[in-house]
């Protein structure tokens, strides 16, 4: 049997304005119900995000970890494009933290590579090079599979990667979802034991019914071989979706958690 | 690009306890409006099947074929596992046909072969050989490429042949999903210009909320390189998920059609 399907919950993240307000307004209430409130709804890690605050990142990205983390154990996922807001944010970090992410540009890479060490950290590797950002499958293969050797080589045990192949707005390129499907499918296919995700709401952005075009993607993704994914939690559809995909994909044995979501009418 | 999705509407089907009461009453105007209701909704065929009226089934097949002409140039699909029975329906029917379905079971293969050719009708070729059902997807793949070149080498147009991997209850085992994925990935694969086909309703027989599983599972077949299915296109959520994943598969350029229903209210 395949491992279930593991879910980062995506709604910390201070470009979503109401998120944002709470933050500016140090809502600790708020902000632990609304990482509660994913929990509940199934999610492994809650991703936390406070990169619009430009010159205070590092302040508000401590803030929601001490925040969160006096609610909830579930692992956080530091999601922040600077090193050093990261490991700022792991020094006040309890437990086993994810780091989103390292890259295959050298420096971050350098930069961030101790710390994944240093807190046997889960990391999402994320396709980028510093070669601009990538279009087709085989630019993100050739990303992807440097990256896995690199972190292979310096010793971070390969089931603690997460390979993000970047999902970009299918808005701006119908290619953009046969792409990354193409790239879920090769990275499968090397069975390295690394998991693979997507930032899923990234393909729908720019598009009306968001919500059906990341249903119908995440349902993609999964057959291609991806085994994680992050996600708006509140999206019930989805999260429905998502249950019926583990019994399909034969990771819920004997549709067991899917008949009994269904009795309890868990649902949509 | 890719073509659109061809979709087979499955509702005109005496095992559907409500149209098996139409049908015993002859009732013309109700079969028409639940042909035209599925035709309004974007199907391509629609299957038509009397199979339940064992002694009278070429009868109630050929009403059927008459009753629905009479309304719609939409092709039908012939579907009775008797080559008999379809010989009579197509007496009497208009336009190009779809046979539902021939085997690999040579004395089925042989009656039905002739009227395929004869009426250069579209045929469902299913994955079955008279060995039993299949389990694995090797299984499968080895019908299905015996099918195809078959068919091949008898003079049948490849691009009038829909390949349907047999798709069978994941109630009854949890890896029937997997294998039909597989499936249709190997043939996909071979590029022989087939269709790819299945009956969707199959996969959720037997548990509960079936329409997730239905609608999960279609987006999966069309990832793994599906292009056809037999819907239930009553199923608003899944005909939005359809349009959906045509615009993440590349075969909806510029999400023009998708846009489009959204902007006139016909997405769910």
């Known amino acids: 049997m395949l491992l279930r399907m593991i879910i980062i919950g995506e709604l910390i993240n201070s470009s979503i304005s109401d998120i944002n307000r709470l933050m500016q307004e140090k809502d600790e209430h708020c902000i632990q119900q609304i990482a509660l409130a994913q929990v509940e709804r199934g ?29 909830t154990q579930v692992p956080l996922a530091l999601d922040s494009p600077s090193p050093a807001v990261i490991e700022k944010a792991l020094e ?10 390292i ?16 807190y046997r950290a889960k ?18 293969l050739t990303i992807a599979y440097k990256l896995i050797n690199d972190l292979d080589k310096d010793g ?20 953009y979802g046969l792409q990354v499907l193409d790239t879920i ?18 393909i729908s952005f720019g598009m009306p019914r968001p919500n059906l075009l990341n249903q119908a993607f995440l349902a993609m993704a999964l057959c291609a071989g991806a085994d994680t ?12 979706i998502i249950k019926a995909a583990e019994v399909l994909l034969s990771r819920d044995p004997y549709g067991r958690e899917f008949i009994k979501a269904a009795r309890e009418k868990k649902l949509v």
Chains 1, 2 share one sequence.
Not at 92 to 101: A, D, K, L, R
Not at 126 to 140: F, H, I, Q, V
Not at 185 to 202: D, K, Q, R
Not at 229 to 240: E, G, K, T
């Open 185 to 202: 499918g090769g990275i499968a296919g090397w069975n390295s034991g690394v998991h693979i995700t997507c930032g899923l709401g990234n």
């Open 43 to 71: 999610v492994n890690y809650l991703d936390v995000n406070a990169g619009t605050f430009i010159h205070q990142e590092e302040e508000y990205l401590k803030w929601l970890v001490q925040t969160i983390q006096a609610v």
């Open 92 to 101: 006040v970090y309890e437990g086993t933290p994810m780091i989103n992410s």
């Open 156 to 175: 971070i045990p390969l089931e603690d990667v997460f390979i993000d192949p970047l999902l970009k707005p299918i808005s701006v390129s119908g290619q």
């Open 103 to 118: 890259t295959a540009e050298e420096d971050k890479y350098q930069k961030l590579l101790p710390l994944v060490k240093g």
């Open 123 to 140: 990391v999402i590797g994320l396709c980028l090079n510093g070669a601009g950002m990538p279009e087709t499958a085989k630019e993100r």
């Open 229 to 240: 994914a992050i996600v708006n939690p509140f999206d019930d559809y989805l999260m429905s």
